[in-house]
């Protein structure tokens, strides 16, 4: 549901027949899961879980969408979803972007359950591209002429990775929740995505 709110709301100057089906398919989905209502366990494990990712390029102006969860048991406890603010040349560059527009989240949560005498014993972020994960934990070990101009993100990730306030761990797609955030997924992995965001039985 949350990327096709943002996509409407662009729409509404010069609205089409299909943006019209799309709203009445939202309602319509609304109306459906008005019920539904969002639970939140803690697993006992102390790990805040971050689950980013991006869409490349999915935008008219060619802009990639930033989507991310975050969880520490079931049921998700945010998930921003947000288009990003630059054009990136790649898939991994778009994750790298992704995961600084979630940084001032993910480090944020941390400190606010600590200071709340919360003993948090990890911060992983998962993201899904091997690529920007090198890029991520290595920094300019890993960087070359493409990723250049993006040093100041990743030296900023890297730098709070080696402070150990978080860090950085593979998740395959087909496990990446925050999917729902920036594409429109439909059957059963929408539904399943949806169960466990909302922690449904």
Same mark, same amino acid.
């Given at each position: 549901m949350q990327p096709t709110i943002p996509f409407l709301c662009s729409r509404v100057k010069e609205p089409t027949e299909e943006?019209?089906? +799309?709203? !009445?398919r939202l309602l319509k989905f609304i109306k459906g899961t008005i019920n539904d209502v969002l639970t939140l366990e803690a697993d006992g494990t102390n790990?805040?879980?971050w689950h980013v990712d991006a869409a490349f390029a999915v935008h008219e102006d060619y802009k990639s969408h930033t989507g991310a969860t975050m969880t520490m048991g079931k049921g998700v406890i945010q998930a921003p979803s947000k +288009?990003? !603010?630059?054009v990136t040349r790649s898939s991994t560059e778009a994750e790298l972007v992704a995961t600084d527009d979630v940084m001032s989240q993910?480090?944020?949560s941390r400190m606010f359950l600590e200071e709340q005498g919360y003993n948090v014993k990890e911060n992983i972020v998962y993201q899904d591209n091997k690529s920007a994960i090198l890029l991520e934990t290595n920094g300019k070990a890993s960087?070359?002429?493409?990723?250049?101009?993006?040093?100041i993100?990743?030296?900023?990730i890297t730098d709070q990775i080696s402070k150990g306030m978080m860090k950085i761990e593979y998740c395959p797609t087909d496990s990446m929740t925050s999917d729902?955030?920036?594409?429109?997924?439909q059957g059963k992995k929408y539904t399943g995505f949806r169960k466990e965001m909302m922690n449904l039985p």
């Open positions: 943006d019209w089906l +799309k709203l !009445k790990i805040i879980k +288009k990003q !603010k630059l993910v480090l944020w960087s070359g002429k493409r990723t250049r101009h993006l040093n993100r990743y030296f900023f729902t955030l920036m594409k429109p997924l």
